[in-house]
T-cell receptor
Framework: DGGITQSPKYLFRKEGQNVTLSCEQN?????MYWYRQDPGQGLRLIYY???????QKGDIAEGYSVSREKKESFPLTVTSAQKNPTAFYLC?????????????FGEGSRLTVL | AQSVTQPDIHITVSEGASLELRCNYS??????LFWYVQSPGQGLQLLLK??????LVQGIKGFEAEFKRSQSSFNLRKPSVHWSDAAEYFC????????????FGAGTRLFVKA
């Protein structure tokens, strides 16, 4: 079955450590996105990528980094520079050709900083 | 810049009663509008979307939404709520600005009482 797989589902980190969240899709989508979700704030866009080897900052990119070396993969690194990294992280993807914009989401990764 | 406002943080309705969730958006052109639903600890699922044409759109699970340009609104409705509809609902607007981006509202949590 086609879909988006995020791993790990739960992750604990000590302050000062970098962590990388995985996002893989087999939907043949061009565009991929990372959102952060905090209670009462909805989803905020961290980074997005429309094509391989290209990505753009979203609204809250500081303290995060991404890469897009393959169409199927869009990993997110939460660096030690991110001041409040505890959150629920969601990866999504869509086709760009039709511009219908429907996002397909993974099940999320919950990061807790101890 | 585009934005989405969901004025109700949470709503409680009785099972079998009708439901309306409010959404107002800000966007300079004709927007792409979406409603997504999220169960606790899960990713988001698309309920319905509007791009053009008939301003009353039908979605999955018996939901519908009406686009009103004059009011910049895209309210979600359901004539009879089921206990399984309890979840968080997000209104979103899509925009073609430096690639296709989707901006989400803060969400409305729906509680259903027996």
């Amino acid at each position: 079955d086609g879909g988006i797989t995020q791993s790990p589902k739960y992750l604990f980190r000590k302050e000062g450590q970098n962590v990388t969240l995985s996002c893989e899709q087999n939907l043949n989508h061009d565009a991929m996105y990372w959102y952060r979700q905090d209670p009462g704030q909805g989803l905020r866009l961290i980074y997005y990528s429309q094509i391989v080897n290209d990505f753009q900052k979203g609204d809250i990119a500081e303290g995060y980094s991404v890469s897009r070396e393959k169409k199927e993969s869009f990993p997110l690194t939460v660096t030690s520079a991110q001041k409040n990294p505890t959150a629920f992280y969601l990866c999504a993807s869509t086709f760009t050709g039709t511009h219908t914009g429907e996002l397909f989401f993974g099940e999320g990764s919950r990061l807790t900083v101890l | 810049a585009q934005s989405v406002t969901q004025p109700d943080i949470h709503i409680t309705v009785s099972e079998g009663a009708s439901l309306e969730l409010r959404c107002n958006y800000s966007y300079g052109a004709t927007p792409y509008l979406f409603w997504y639903v999220q169960s606790p600890g899960q990713g988001l699922q698309l309920l319905l979307k509007y791009f053009s044409g008939d301003t009353l759109v039908q979605g999955i699970k018996g939901f519908e939404a009406e686009f009103k340009r004059s009011q910049s609104s895209f309210n979600l409705r359901k004539p009879s709520v089921h206990w399984s509809d309890a979840a968080e609902y997000f209104c979103a607007v899509g925009a073609l600005t430096g690639g296709f981006k989707t901006i989400f509202g803060a969400g409305t949590r729906l509680f259903v009482k027996a």
